[in-house]
């Protein structure tokens, strides 16, 4: 007991967190060891490391201050810190390398360590505003000291490398990764205080931090977001007016202005009687005053959702409008007495669910994406049941689509940030050389699709072929008057295409034992003497389209062979768009009589 007694302050603080001070240290052991290459780690499993045990530091730290602040018996504060230690750990590992996920759960148990303590019966506001005052402090010295003391070492050894040619080797790694992992959580840890119930109090002395804190409550602070509140109201009443949907832009927007204005709210509470008048105005008013906004973020959400599915960020828009919502019910069922516990406790408890399960942002978000592309697909009608339907069924086909279709392309690189891809298998089970047949990885999946991890194609299949072109389609069968039906194929301005999706286009083909040429604005059936040729300048140019009667969309436009009205007759079918704006390629048919006229 006296050796305890006799310890200095800080280390005998850091006795009272024995789990967070446990795994700060392994941490940082097993990081040096991978710096100075006695282990190696993949940058994915160093970071899953990473993620996992700064979990389970910040669940144990908020489990001790829990066990702690109820004076549990030590078996019981042990067991609780490893518990929660062991869950945060658990649900990280299961994210994978989804490290928005990861923060997010970081997020949320950051905002437990704020309010673990003082949710009891005994505790009071004043204290909780007292603690996270400290605690706040607390991290600020810490971060302080970091940069204080690693930097001093960083620069003396940089110096004595300059003046005696000192080989230092990955000791800056060394200082740095011991620093942020070890000493600076240490630090904080020891600074934490160890009397949870010291109520705040105004002074009519008040010290450094109380002027400071004030000043910059009523003279900066609360008046900007006041403004900026007024602004946001103005463009409400604007919408309503002109009635238009508000800019997608406005979601991060009002989250920012939210989480601000939530965080200054907490910190003015001791002030809320005896602030300026735009303080004490603001304690009122402020989740009031955020009604209208949380209907602006509202609709911009569900608008996007509706456009382009959930995301994980329209996901948190939507889960934050929620808590806000949640809040103004809350003001409004216990008549404007608002619990400052009450705000970190529920979004602590909202960040972290969010975080895994199948109710989670990463789960819901790939169903949305796979119901999105499903969609898409069968509006293009390019699936059946549940199975891509292409013509060839090739990943080649697929990749001309994922170029030309901005949407596709979108949702495949959501799905490849969420690491779904492989719930795309079904989908190209159909597909012979699908790119999920062999457990690859996801990057070299995405690759196989046409996409780069940024989300950016590969290359146009236009210019580049695939790498085996598939056979052109196409029939050539007696038809009675006209003994010759060829096609279909596609007419475009740089040459004539043999199938309707992924063929490459060539001022040459063959369709059913028939060659095809495109020349300028004519295109000729046969060769020598039984060959016709029909004139497209009615087709390609805008003015002889003003002289022309225009087709109706979904019609046919038939073209006599210029040999003849009887030779041969070219039929055209018009795409569902008008002919003054003119599609990129037509579907084409020729009946043709494949003898040669008899001279009269």
């Known amino acids: 007991m006296k050796t305890v007694l006799n310890l200095p302050e800080q280390v005998r603080s850091l006795l009272r967190f024995p789990i967070p001070v446990a795994i700060a240290t392994s941490l940082a052991v097993l990081l040096n060891l991978q710096v100075a290459h006695i282990i190696r780690m993949s940058d994915t499993l160093e970071s899953q490391v990473i993620f996992a045990c700064s979990a389970a530091f910040l669940a144990s730290f908020a489990a001790h201050l829990w066990a702690l602040s109820r004076n549990l018996a030590t078996v019981w504060n042990l067991g609780t810190a490893l518990a929660a230690a062991g869950a945060a750990a658990a649900i990280q590992s299961a994210h994978g390398d989804l490290y928005g996920q990861s923060l997010i759960a970081l997020f949320g148990l950051a905002l437990a360590t704020m309010c673990t303590a003082h949710l009891r019966r005994a505790g009071t506001i004043e204290s909780f505003w007292r603690f996270n005052l400290q605690l706040g402090i607390a991290i600020g010295m810490a971060l302080g000291a970091l940069l204080i003391v690693c930097g001093g070492l960083s620069l003396l050894l940089a110096s004595l490398t300059f003046l005696f040619d000192f080989t230092v080797g990955n000791s800056h790694a060394h200082i740095w990764t011991t620093g942020a992992v070890l000493f600076a959580p240490l630090f904080a840890l020891s600074m934490v205080p160890v009397e949870f119930d010291q109520p705040f109090a105004l002074s009519p002395n008040p010290d450094l931090i109380e002027k400071s804190v004030s000043t910059v409550l009523n003279f900066a602070l609360v008046p900007l977001i006041l403004v900026y509140s007024v602004v946001l109201h103005i463009y409400a009443f604007k919408i309503a007016i002109v009635r238009s949907m508000p800019k997608g832009e406005i979601g991060w927007l009002v989250l920012a202005f939210?989480?601000?204005?939530?965080?200054?709210?907490?910190?003015?509470?001791?002030?809320?009687?005896?602030?300026?008048?735009?303080?004490?105005?603001?304690?009122?008013?402020?989740?009031?005053?955020?009604?209208?906004?949380?209907?602006?973020?509202?609709?911009?959400?569900?608008?996007?959702?509706?456009?382009?599915?959930?995301?994980?960020?329209?996901?948190?828009?939507?889960?934050?409008?929620l808590w806000l919502a949640a809040m103004v019910a809350y003001l409004g069922s216990t008549r404007g007495r608002m619990d400052l516990r009450v705000i970190p406790a529920s979004l602590a408890i909202g960040l972290v669910l969010s975080s895994f399960g199948?109710?989670?942002?990463?789960?819901?978000?790939?169903?949305?994406?796979?119901?999105?592309?499903?969609r898409v697909l069968d509006k293009a009608k390019l699936l059946s049941d549940g199975r891509l339907k292409l013509d060839p069924p090739r990943v080649a086909t697929f990749k001309y689509l994922v170029w030309s279709n901005e949407r596709v392309a979108s949702i495949l690189k959501s799905l490849y940030d969420l690491g779904a891809l492989e719930r795309?298998?079904?989908?190209?089970?159909?597909?012979?050389?699908?790119?999920?047949?062999?457990?690859?990885?996801?990057?070299?999946?995405?690759?196989?699709?046409?996409?780069?991890?940024?989300?950016?194609?590969?290359?146009?299949?236009?210019?580049?072929?695939?790498?085996?072109?598939?056979?052109?389609?196409?029939?050539?069968?007696?038809?009675?008057?006209?003994?010759?039906?060829?096609?279909?194929?596609?007419?475009?301005?740089?040459?004539?295409?043999?199938?309707?999706?992924?063929?490459?286009?060539?001022?040459?083909?063959?369709?059913?034992?028939?060659?095809?040429?495109?020349?300028?604005?004519?295109?000729?059936?046969?060769?020598?003497n039984d060959a016709v040729s029909f004139d497209l300048t009615t087709v390609f140019d805008r003015k002889s389209q003003e002289r022309e009667p225009k087709a109706q969309a979904a019609q046919t436009l038939t073209l006599n062979a210029r040999e003849g009205r009887n030779r041969a007759l070219l039929m055209i079918v018009l795409p569902p768009t008008p002919m003054d704006n003119p599609p990129l390629k037509f579907e084409s048919w020729i009946l043709l009589k494949s003898a040669p006229l008899a001279k009269k």
């Open 358 to 374: 199948p109710w989670g942002s990463a789960a819901t978000s790939v169903r949305s994406q796979l119901a999105q592309l499903q």
């Open 258 to 321: 939210g989480a601000i204005g939530t965080a200054s709210y907490m910190v003015a509470y001791p002030w809320r009687d005896a602030g300026y008048r735009p303080v004490r105005w603001f304690m009122r008013s402020w989740f009031w005053l955020m009604i209208l906004p949380t209907v602006l973020l509202m609709l911009a959400v569900w608008q996007r959702i509706g456009e382009y599915g959930v995301t994980p960020e329209r996901y948190c828009l939507v889960l934050f409008a």
């Open 424 to 528: 795309l298998a079904p989908i190209f089970s159909s597909v012979t050389d699908s790119p999920f047949s062999k457990h690859q990885p996801p990057a070299v999946q995405l690759a196989a699709l046409g996409l780069t991890k940024w989300g950016e194609a590969i290359e146009s299949p236009v210019s580049v072929p695939p790498p085996v072109p598939p056979e052109p389609i196409g029939i050539s069968v007696d038809t009675g008057a006209y003994n010759r039906l060829i096609g279909p194929f596609w007419i475009t301005r740089s040459g004539l295409i043999g199938c309707d999706f992924g063929c490459p286009s060539s001022a040459n083909l063959e369709i059913g034992g028939t060659s095809l040429a495109l020349s300028g604005d004519f295109v000729t059936a046969g060769r020598n």
